[in-house]
T-cell receptor, first 114, second 113 residues
């Protein structure tokens, strides 16, 4: 079974500052996708960023970037220039090739303080 | 467009009622999913439909009955639910069912009295 671990269940960050969320995963697969999803109080689960395991280059989406360390099985998310709308629960997720079950971490609650 | 819609947004039902949740996507995705999510927990997979056929049932009680009438529509029929079934029910879809990004709907908040 694949496992995804997120530590630091709740984090606060000042507006315009940077916050990094950590995620580690356990798998014997070599081909897989990793995701960060954001779930604000509105409850909609929104895709933030996606990383294919075969790509060495770290994915970026505007103010969101990841640090993907395949050997260490680590996939952290950096939110730069934090905005109030970034307040949400952030879930790290993993899916191996040939499997349609997303494995989620327990989530990190991020609160952006004005 | 990556929109998945769900209706209703909120639902309150008694333990003897029968109700249905509806999910729709018009992205041409061929895989659709139902998840159950409790407060401050990650979503838990319930069912997966691939090409309109049920491919995964995660040992969900029979009081939950999924249906996929066509490739754009997914229903979840509810009957004789228990208070512990109160949760947020999320629908998702993906291009195919393997190694593809899942896009989620806004969810239906269900309260069973």
């Amino acid at each position: 079974a694949q496992t995804v671990t997120q530590s630091q269940p709740e984090m606060s960050v000042q507006e315009a500052e940077t916050v990094t969320l950590s995620c580690t995963y356990d798998t014997s697969e070599s081909n897989y996708y990793l995701f960060w999803y954001k779930q604000p109080p509105s409850r909609q689960m929104i895709l933030v960023i996606r990383q294919e395991a075969y790509k060495q280059q770290n994915a970026t989406e505007n103010r969101f970037s990841v640090n993907f360390q395949k050997a260490a099985k680590s996939f952290s998310l950096k939110i730069s220039d934090s905005q109030l709308g970034d307040t949400a629960m952030y879930f790290c997720a993993f899916v191996p090739y040939g499997n349609n079950r997303l494995a989620f971490g327990k989530g990190n609650q991020v609160v952006v303080i004005p | 467009d990556t929109e998945v819609t769900q209706t209703p947004k909120h639902l309150v039902m008694g333990m003897t009622n029968k109700k249905s949740l509806k999910c729709e996507q018009h992205m041409g995705h061929r895989a659709m999913y139902w998840y159950k999510q409790k407060a401050k927990k990650p979503p838990e997979l319930m069912f997966v439909y691939s090409y309109e056929k049920l491919s995964i049932n995660e040992s969900v009680p029979s009081r939950f009955s999924p249906e996929c009438p066509n490739s754009s529509l997914l229903n979840l029929h509810l009957h004789a639910l228990q208070p512990e079934d109160s949760a947020l029910y999320l629908c998702a879809s993906s291009q195919e069912s393997q190694l593809e990004t899942q896009y989620f709907g806004p969810g239906t908040r269900l309260l069973v009295l």
